[in-house]
């Protein structure tokens, strides 16, 4: 099972919205809505930012929004804060029962 | 609070096994998965396997399978993963979480060294 394709890195000004995209295929992206985001911070273990493709837990700030279409799902943060200088991960789980991430987004607030 | 705590750091010869364990509590274990991820330094996280603690029933990746064993003691309210055969490539901190709303919470890690 391949990573999920994201961009190595993007990066924007405070007060500003990325978005940062996930790219499978109609094997775990597009099958089913069960892609979910993490934020992790260097030394830190990863934490849930979106869940089932564009749910939110509770405590995670509402500047975090999720998408998907055909193969592709999105993590957009908009209002861009200092505090989200961090490394992204999407997840999908698979037509095969499986799991797998992609390959990580470092995210720079400039 | 809802947290799952996991054993110490490991430090292991070429060719051991190492067994980390994971114990869950403010929840009962066996009513939600427990899933593997492991992360080698500067390395993206990758998923290793889960079980479901209820039935015991498992699923590995492939890359893993018949290196990687995991189990749970449901009286322990903990689950464990076991991997054999360690070579230098297996350096990394291993992670258990929750699959509840995403995968959430996680362990604080457990960093695996190898090293002859």
């Known amino acids: 099972q391949s990573a999920l394709t994201q961009p190595a890195s993007v990066s924007g000004s405070p007060g500003q919205s990325i978005t940062i995209s996930c790219t499978g295929t109609s094997s775990d992206v597009g099958a089913y809505n069960y892609v979910s985001w993490y934020q992790q911070h260097p030394g830190k273990a990863p934490k849930v930012m979106i869940y089932?493709?564009?749910d939110r837990p509770s405590g995670v700030s509402n500047r975090f929004s999720g998408s998907k279409s055909g193969n592709t799902a999105s993590l957009t943060i908009s209002g861009l804060q200092a505090e989200d200088e961090a490394d992204y991960y999407c997840c999908s789980y698979t037509t095969s029962s499986t799991v797998v991430f992609g390959t990580g987004t470092k995210v720079t607030v400039l | 609070q809802v947290q799952l705590v996991q054993s110490g750091a490991e430090v292991k010869k070429p060719g051991a096994s190492v067994k980390v364990s994971c114990k869950a509590s403010?929840?009962?274990?066996?009513?939600?998965?427990i899933y593997w991820v492991r992360q080698a330094p500067g390395q993206r996280l990758e998923w290793m396997g889960w079980?479901?603690?209820?039935?015991?029933?498992?699923k590995y990746s492939q890359k893993f399978q018949g290196r990687v064993t995991i189990t749970r003691d449901a009286s322990a309210n903990t689950a464990y993963m076991d991997l054999k055969s360690l070579t230098f490539e297996d350096m990394a901190v291993y992670y258990c979480?929750?699959?509840?709303?995403?995968?959430?919470?996680w362990g604080q890690g457990t960093l695996v060294t190898v090293s002859s």
């Open positions: 079980i479901n603690p209820g039935n015991g029933n498992t």
């Open positions: 979480a929750r699959n509840f709303r995403g995968l959430d919470p």
């Open positions: 089932d493709v564009s």
């Open positions: 403010g929840y009962t274990l066996i009513n939600h998965e």
